[in-house]
């Protein structure tokens, strides 16, 4: 199908392949990211006998991968197949060619491979050019020499696909991968020859090694040069918060990494959760002194007076100024959170609508829009053309002043948004409750920028909360209405709730804003494609390790996350229409809510199942799809879990890295008792929610999203 012996005499360009005339326009080059693109054989193609896609209908997916000429138009060179990402802990994927390939343009590299499905972080695995087996050098001195290339490949990479010194194997030049007759290596046996030194090196990241024992102040100095120095990352002051700093969830595991590997502990078993805990460099530096000491640390902080605090200091607005404008037939969205599953179902949804103008889609990522389009790309979500024009996605920080966005493009915001759906939030059960502040910012400034659009009423504002903010509530019965402090769950739960909070008390200052409860979101209703990293599919993907599951007296009340996010879109046109009018009658002259409307001005929807199914039938189905396993009892199984962290199984068994959310949820100890939820408001304002209820087992959902993991998981 390519031109590969009719070239013009003198082209160098034999690797790039041209198709020919008649075959090119049944070909699209599908893109993926990174500039790498998937062949599509389209409909109409005279050799194509099969189809394995409707995206678009009778189309091939071929996932093969190839990378286009940077200057030629039309030429292709085959780079890999689309299942050679490396798919981390967290489900993140990282794109291994781009990396391989910058770190191989060093002459003292022979070839290179990016390792670490199923780890917390990527590595790598280098092989010495003859150049550099000539030189006679140590793997540290090696690893010194190419450590700058490997530099240069991670400034150009995703944050999550950055690879760290301490996770690098060097190999001798007369080591060997194996690769196909045409020189390709085979992605999938290097993992499995040199399975025991991968193994071996993230084994020894995590061994605690270390001999230090300071005294505190020192302590915290020597942290202070491990953040500035191993993590590129200068914190401000031994004070400064550590996720406002740019310490995410990578740059916490490898700090606890340094940890271990410099200072002395007198037992093994250092909490995993030691950074997120600690949340500044004086505790991080006082929690290691006390555990050196064998002494436990308690948490200092409150959480309620915490959420007071908080709830106070981010309650506070100024009221929306009308202006006369023509009414608008079309409207724009501002939409956070697109990269995760509910967000971007959420945008394709959005994008239905016709009437919709533009959906700017705000990240923290460096290359928004490819980081975006790529999101819809592996959630199987496609869009066409002239839905592709209407997004707009722009790189912001959501706790900074104007987002941190240009005044020019925040005043465009301010010009022409009509609502705005926040989705955007970590879900990180071990983060406590400060270490959400920067999110709840971000809460507070897109509240004021809905107060200060300059339209003739505010923005409608929709805020996407959790279940986890009432699941210690001792009501059976969830209404649609604000909870009470003591009913969250974890600092998760309760960062939600005191967004919940200050999305009510908005409300005094005639905010159109309003927080969705959602409980538990499951995959797509056809398609599967549950987020691997979540608590579930964890949970239930440790049979294939454990080969038993927990019998748990749980009643389950999942929604596929299509009917979530087409009941949120159907909420928030729902709230546009409900008029600014009825809302500004609301407040008083002196701002404060009138007692005889509060009830009626409770901003909370409940956005869950009406109709759950038992867990025992849940096990049912597993077992009737192939799942083979035995049910014990939940101190069984968790026993079992933590026998497997023991044996470090973190790689093949992720659940061991939420032992205590587990534990918390379902042990001995759990105030987490069955619930159901009111949704009379939900079904009201969703037409989805009202007639389209599902049914998660009798539907045939389940069975899609079993076939889905036992297809991704028996491959992985």
Known sequence: MAESTSRPEGDPYWNYLKFFDNIRPYIWMKPIGNFLYECVYLAGHPALTTSNSNEPPGSFHSKDIFEPHPTIPNRWKYASRLDDRVTLLNGEKVLPLPIEGLIKQNSLVHDAVVVGIGKATPGLVLLRSQEAENLEISNEEYLQKVWPTIEDANSRAERFSQISMDMV?????????????????????????????????????????????????????FLMRFCRDQLQIPLSNVDANFFEEGIDSLKAIQLRRLILQNFYFQKEGIGLNMVYEAGNIKCLARTICALQQGKAMETSEDGETTMLSLIRRYSNFERHTPFSVPKASSRC???????????????????????????????????????????????????????????????????????????????????????????????????????????????????????????????????????????????????????????????????????????????????????????????????????????????????????????????????????????????????????????????????????????????????????????????????????????????????????????????????????DHYEAMYGDNSQLGPKSFRTEKAERDSLTLRNGRVRIIDDGILNCYVRDWLNRWLKA
């Open 333 to 659: 969205v501002i939409l956070t959170g697109a990269t995760g599953s509910i967000g971007a179902h959420i945008l394709y949804e959005l994008l239905k609508d016709d009437s919709i103008a533009t959906v700017f889609c705000l990240t923290r990522q460096k290359s928004p829009r490819e980081t975006v389009l790529q999101s819809l790309i592996d959630k199987d979500l496609h869009l066409s053309v002239e839905q592709v024009s209407r997004v707009t996605a722009l790189s912001c920080t959501l706790d900074q002043p104007r987002l941190g966005l240009d005044q020019d493009i925040f005043n465009q915001l301010q010009n022409s948004t009509t609502h705005i759906i926040h989705a955007a939030w970590p879900v990180n059960f071990h983060l406590p409750l400060s270490g959400f502040e920067p999110h709840i910012r971000g809460l507070h400034n897109l509240i004021q920028l809905s107060l200060s659009v300059r339209q003739s009423h505010p923005a409608v504002l929709l805020f996407c909360s959790s279940i986890s903010t009432i699941l210690r509530s001792p009501i059976k019965d969830i209404p649609e209405s604000t909870a009470k402090l003591c009913d969250a769950y974890m600092g998760y739960g309760q960062s939600k709730l005191v967004g919940e909070q200050i999305v009510n008390n908005a409300h005094q200052t005639g905010a159109h804003a309003y927080s969705l409860r959602i409980g538990q979101v499951s995959g797509h209703s056809k398609k599967g494609l549950w987020n691997d990293s979540e608590a579930l599919p964890l949970l239930i993907r440790s049979v294939l390790t454990l080969k038993s599951l927990p019998d748990l007296d749980q009643s389950c009340n999942w929604l596929p996350v299509d009917t979530l996010a087409s009941s949120i879109v159907e909420i928030a046109q729902a709230c546009v229409r409900s008029g600014a009018a009825e809302r500004e009658e609301i407040c008083n002259t002196s701002g404060e809510i009138s007692k005889d409307l509060e009830h009626e001005n409770d901003s909370v929807y409940n956005i869950c199942n009406p109709h759950d199914f038992s867990w025992s039938s849940m096990l049912s189905t597993l077992r009737k799809n192939g799942f083979q396993f035995e049910t014990v009892s939940f101190k069984k199984w968790l026993r079992l879990l933590r026998e497997s962290e023991k044996r470090g199984e973190e790689h093949i068994n992720p659940a061991v890295k939420l032992i």
């Open 169 to 221: 194997a060097v190999l001798p030049f007369t080591a060997e991968f194996p690769r196909t007759d045409k020189g390709s290596m085979i992605r999938p046996q290097v993992y499995l020859q040199y399975v025991d030194l991968i193994e071996n090196m993230y084994l020894q990241a995590e061994k605690a090694s270390g001999r230090l024992q300071l005294i505190e102040v020192e302590t915290e100095s």
